[in-house]
């Protein structure tokens, strides 16, 4: 496999600078125009990435291209992340999991920017939701791709510290990233990333990184309970992972915890732990979907996620009828509405298309408050 992360045609315009902050300086690429009326989506990678290993696969997709024409891209590397980033001086403290979202603050100031759709995956899709908790007005939307929002338990860090004595540095970030399968069965991909975590990035910065995520705190988030405060996200909300990736029990935990009407998960099936990776076209299609169901792009052409719902007797009207920018709950919708309770991939109308990323299957599960009945939210799946 061969990664492209150079490409970026795109941008319609883009700037590389260091970015000084409150907990010290952060490298930031802006790509784009960014437009008063709309937020910027800005991007925050895992661990042993950066945003162009991490996000340019999904950036540089051909279905993107229309997303990125209406919004700027402000993309984040962690310090020291970035390509070919010299060591830190002795005695440098690298910020916590809390301070790395208070850096974002400083960021938007220093381009301008008002609010943002976030996009983090692993860690960044922690210190986005950290930054969202602290400064909900600046965030109009979240896609979290593998989050976890739990501290690193006692045995976790245990084991952690043991593999830390007999693993190679590169061997446990692979093992983060990537579930046991596609390690053991996607070979190019893996031998494409390892060489990447051991050539371009700077292992004593990335073990720092690794440390920080690894202490990080709880984000004590609680499902809404009418009559009771409770620390939660107030923006909607798009939980990815693949149905392969080691992160899916921290993902289905986060979703318990979130506001179910302002809460989508997808679970992307035959796909391992990067999907915006190894399944960029699905990942558009639904953040396009996102997107429009916050209230922008209303005449953005119909993606195949959707039209594969009109084809299958669903109603495309069914979710953003009753989103708002603020509201993305999917009401009472489940898989006996959709009418592919007991169909096939052949069913769906979709079967003869020749292009190779079609013949995939979206469970998309939309959490439904007014759904009393219904005490657990069926997946409902999509074949497009």
Same mark, same amino acid.
């Given at each position: 496999m061969v990664l492209d992360v150079e490409d970026t045609a795109y941008l319609i315009s883009n700037a590389e600078q260091d970015v000084e902050t409150m907990h010290g300086s952060v490298r930031v690429t802006m790509c784009?125009? %960014?437009r008063g009326n709309r937020p910027a989506i800005l991007t925050y990678h895992d661990i042993g990435l950066n945003h162009k290993t991490c996000f340019n696969p999904l950036f540089n997709f051909e279905d993107m291209q229309e997303i990125t024409q209406h919004f700027a891209v402000c993309h984040v590397d962690a310090p020291g992340q970035q390509d070919g980033a010299p060591s830190f001086q002795a005695g440098y403290v690298y910020p916590s999991m809390? &301070?790395? !979202?208070?850096?974002? %603050?400083?960021?938007?100031k220093q381009f301008g920017l008002k609010t943002i759709i976030g996009m983090g995956t692993g860690a960044g899709a922690y210190i986005l939701t950290r930054?969202?908790?602290?400064?909900?007005?600046?965030?109009?939307?979240?896609? @979290?791709?593998?989050?976890? =929002?739990?501290?690193e338990g006692w045995m976790d860090w245990a084991a952690t510290k043991i593999s830390g004595w007999t693993n190679a540095l590169p061997d446990m970030v692979i093992s983060h990233l990537f579930g046991k399968e596609e390690i053991h069965s996607n070979h190019d991909l893996i031998h494409t990333y390892r060489q990447h975590i051991i050539n371009d $990035?700077? &292992? #004593?910065? @990335?073990?720092?990184?690794?440390?920080?995520?690894?202490? *990080?705190?709880d984000l004590e988030i609680e499902r809404p309970v009418p009559g009771v405060n409770v620390v939660t996200l107030q923006c909607p909300v798009l939980l990815v992972v693949g149905d392969s990736s080691p992160a899916v029990d921290a993902v289905v935990e986060?979703?318990?915890? @979130?506001? %179910? #009407?302002?809460?989508?998960? @997808?679970? $992307?099936?035959?796909c391992g732990g990067l999907p915006q990776v190894s399944q960029p076209a699905k990942l558009a299609e !639904?953040?396009?979907?996102?997107? &429009?169901?916050?209230?922008?792009? =209303?005449? !953005?052409s119909m993606t195949r996620l959707m039209r594969s719902r009109t084809a299958s007797g669903s109603s495309v009207t069914s979710l953003e009828g009753q989103r708002s920018r603020s509201h993305t709950g999917e009401?009472? *919708?489940? *898989?006996?509405? #959709?009418?592919e309770g007991t169909r096939s991939r052949s069913h769906t109308g979709d079967g003869s298309r020749n292009r190779s990323? #079609?013949?995939?299957?979206?469970?998309?599960? %939309?959490?439904? !408050?007014s759904n009393a009945e219904q005490s657990s939210p069926k997946s409902m799946e999509v074949s497009c």
């Open positions: 784009g125009t %960014p809390d &301070q790395l !979202a208070e850096m974002i %603050p400083g960021i938007l930054f969202a908790l602290n400064h909900a007005e600046m965030v109009e939307g979240l896609v @979290l791709i593998n989050v976890n =929002p739990c501290a $990035m700077n &292992q #004593t910065n @990335l073990h720092l990184f690794v440390n920080s995520y690894n202490s *990080r705190r986060c979703n318990s915890k @979130l506001d %179910p #009407t302002r809460t989508t998960l @997808l679970k $992307m099936a035959d !639904a953040f396009k979907y996102f997107v &429009q169901g916050m209230g922008y792009m =209303p005449s !953005a009401g009472t *919708r489940s *898989r006996s509405h #959709t009418g990323h #079609t013949d995939t299957r979206i469970e998309l599960t %939309p959490n439904s !408050a």
